[in-house]
C-alpha cells in the first residue's frame, strides 16, 4: 500500500512539475569552439528551421571574397523589391561596397542585400545558386537558400538552416579579417554620392567586453535568431539560437557557462616542440610555427593525444612540410598542425687554383 502511494506521488509530481530539458527559451542553440570547430554545447542542432536575417553572415563573406570592397555601385532600381529593415538607399545613388556591407550587417539592410546580390552575381537567381554552392562547400548539409536577406519570399519560400550549419558558416567566415572588423562594428559613419550616413549596430550583445560580433534576425514566422562571437582568456566561440524568445540572456548565460567551466591548455608549444625516438629525419631539425591552445574541461585534459604523422620524403628543401602534428580528444581529430623540416647548409669549400687545374686537366 505504501508502496503505491508513493508511486502515485511521484507520478503527480512528474505531471505538475515537468522535467527541464533545457535552461535556456531557443528551440535550438549551440555553442562551437571557432579555433577547431568542436561542439561544446548542442540542443537540436541538426533542426532545420528558418533563419532570417543572419542569412546575411552568407551574402557578407561571399561579397568580401567575390567583390572589390572600393567598388562604387550604382543602385539600381531593385531596391523596390525590398520591404523590412532597411538603409534607405535611392535610385541612382552611389555608395562603395564596403559601406554597404556595414549597412547589410549593423542595420541588417534588406536593400543593401539585393544590391549586393545583383553587384557580385548580375542578378539575385545567379546570387542564391552561389550562396547553395557556398554552403555546400562548407558541409551545411541541412541549409538551402532562396534569397540574400532572409525575409520570406511572396510564395512563402525562405532560406532554412540549423544552429551547427550556421556556426560552421560563422567560423568560416572569422578566418577573414574584413569580415571579423565588420561583424563586431558598434558605429559606423560614411557618405555616398548624395548623402551620409550614421549607423548603430542593432546588435545589444556587442555591450559586452567578451563579444567580437554578431548579426540578429527576426521574422514573424522565423521569431528571433541570432549568431555572435566571443573571446576570453584564449577562448574564441560562436554561439547560435534559432527561435530564442531571450536570446540576449540566453547568449550570455552560455557563454558565461563555458568561460566558467572551460580552460585553455597548451597542446603544442613552438619553443620546445620535438618528436621522440623519431629517426627518419634524426639529422635535421623539425619544428613547428605556431603554439596550439585547445578548449578543455580539466577531466579532459588527459584525454587529449598527439600523433605525429610524418611523410617520408626522400627530397626535401629547407623550410618544406614534412608532416603533421594530429591533435586528438577522444580519438577524434580536432587540428592538424604543420611540421616543417630545417635543413642545415654545408659549407662549401672554395678550391685551390691547383685543384680547379686538375680537375680541368682530368676532363680530357
Known sequence: MFKKVVLTILMLMLIIIPFKVSAISASSAIVMDLDNGRVLYGYNENNSRLIASISKILTCIIAIEKGNLNDEIVVSDIIYKAYGSAIYLEVGEKITLKDLLYGLIMRSGNDAALVIAEYISGSVSEFV????????????????????????????SANTSTVLDMAKLTKYAME?????????????????????YVWHNKNKLLDEDYITGGKTGFTELARRTLVSTGSKDNINLVVVTLNDPDDWKDHKDLYHSIFNNYKSYPILKKDD????????????????????????????????????????????????IVGYAEIKLNNQIYHKEPIYIKVEKKEVKKLSWWQRFRRWLFKW
Open 273 to 320: 616542440f620535438k618528436i621522440e625516438n623519431e629517426e627518419y629525419y634524426k639529422d635535421n631539425e623539425l619544428y613547428i610555427k605556431h603554439d596550439y591552445y585547445m578548449t578543455l574541461k580539466e577531466s579532459e585534459v588527459n584525454k587529449t593525444s598527439i600523433n605525429y604523422n610524418l611523410i617520408k620524403l626522400k627530397d626535401y628543401a629547407n623550410d618544406e
Open 129 to 156: 545558386f552561389l550562396m547553395n554552392e557556398y554552403a555546400s562547400n562548407l558541409g551545411m548539409k541541412n541549409s538551402h537558400f532562396v534569397n540574400p536577406h532572409g525575409l520570406e519570399n511572396e510564395d512563402k
Open 176 to 196: 577573414n579579417s574584413t569580415f571579423r572588423e565588420i561583424f563586431k562594428t558598434k558605429n559606423y559613419s560614411t557618405k555616398s554620392s548624395t548623402k551620409a
